[in-house]
């Protein structure tokens, strides 16, 4: 997701990452208590995950981050206006820049005077499930994190 | 802010009965309406908004995660 914020923002696609409540809370980055170390932690995903993009905190209470559905690892694009044109449930980057693709191709068919109208479209699209790297979060989280993962899904 | 509201979204242990109640993308914003707009805050504790950063661009892509 880094690498789709640097190649598109010269297109005029800006990124953003928001840091919500810690979904897998361990020893080392628990459930949050403070603003001020929901903070803390969001400046870690930047020292230590390594998030390049901007990142913007939701609020103690998740009023952002509920009112979109508040799932774990999701992404939603929006147009200028502030109209969600994509969302979904999981975060996947081909799937982004997919969907990213297709948008500046719109904003070059408008520009060359196409006449278009927006309509739905439902799609199932794949993610890559990195067990690896899932489980090596969950160890940086802490012990706990692992343990209570293992004993809800087995 | 309700102090139950706090705890039950910051859940302390990753248990079905505490995280499953989020899960709630079904009931997320539909496309194509105006999504509603909240303050959010940049790493060194200011405040800004999520339509401050979709005003500014062609498009926005925004990620809501954790560290894990």
């Given at each position: 997701m880094n690498a789709i914020a640097e190649r598109y923002a010269d297109a005029g696609v800006g990124s953003l990452f928001v840091y919500t409540n810690e979904a897998h809370p361990g020893e080392?980055?628990?459930?949050?208590?403070?603003m001020e170390q929901k903070l803390r932690h969001a400046a870690a995903l930047r020292d230590?995950?390594?998030?390049?993009r901007p990142i913007l905190v939701d609020s103690l209470d998740g009023a952002c981050h509920r009112a979109y559905g508040s799932m774990p690892n999701m992404t939603w694009i929006f147009n200028q206006a502030g109209t969600p044109i994509y969302k979904s449930d999981w975060s996947d980057s081909h799937s982004v820049e997919n969907a990213v693709q297709y948008y500046l191709q719109v904003l070059d068919r408008r520009r060359n005077r196409e006449r278009m109208a927006p309509f739905h479209v439902e799609r199932l699209d794949y993610r890559v499930q990195d067990q690896e790297q899932f489980y090596a979060g969950l160890e940086r989280s802490g012990p706990k994190a692992v343990t209570e993962f293992r004993d809800a899904f087995g | 802010m309700t102090a139950d509201l706090l705890t039950r979204y910051n859940y302390d242990e990753f248990v079905p009965a505490k995280f499953?109640?989020?899960?709630r993308f079904d009931q997320s914003p539909p496309l194509a309406t105006r999504a509603p707009d909240f303050s959010l805050w940049t790493l060194d504790g200011a405040e800004t908004s999520l339509s401050a950063v979709w005003s500014a661009n062609s498009y926005t892509i925004v990620e809501f995660g954790s560290f894990t």
């Open positions: 080392n980055y628990p459930h949050h208590t403070s230590v995950l390594g998030v390049s | 499953e109640p989020w899960m």
